[in-house]
Nanobody, 118 residues
């Protein structure tokens, strides 16, 4: 499956952004979807994931209570709603797909830049 992330931009601290990840085909429903991010001079880190089977979710501690991951299998899309953004959330955000519950995120989108100004 091919992925394309969108929705990044510049926002002030405390603001919100919604990211989207569009998948190329209807096998989307077989994939656990994840969002990751990479800040300047830092390693890529996990942000959130949503299961293919029951849409159960998991979050990094840094974003719990502020970010919400969701999916719409009918539209072949995953989303990341980001609220109460802080400058430390500035990063390139990537969506990724892991077949079923493999945990192997083999498919990656191109990334979308989120910049949070203080």
């Amino acid at each position: 499956v091919q992925l394309q992330a969108s929705g990044g931009g510049l926002v002030q601290a405390g603001g919100s952004l919604s990211l989207s990840c569009a998948a190329s085909d209807r096998t989307f429903s077989r994939y656990t979807m994840g969002w990751f991010r990479q800040a300047p001079w830092k390693e890529r880190e996990f942000v959130a994931a949503i299961s293919w089977s029951d849409s159960s979710t998991s979050y990094a501690d840094a974003v719990k209570g502020r970010f919400t991951i969701s999916r719409d299998n009918a539209k072949n899309k995953a989303y990341l709603q980001m609220n109460s953004l802080a400058p430390e959330d500035t990063a390139v955000y990537y969506c990724a797909a892991a077949l079923f519950n493999s945990g192997n995120y083999a498919n990656w989108g191109q990334g979308t830049l989120v910049t949070v100004s203080s």
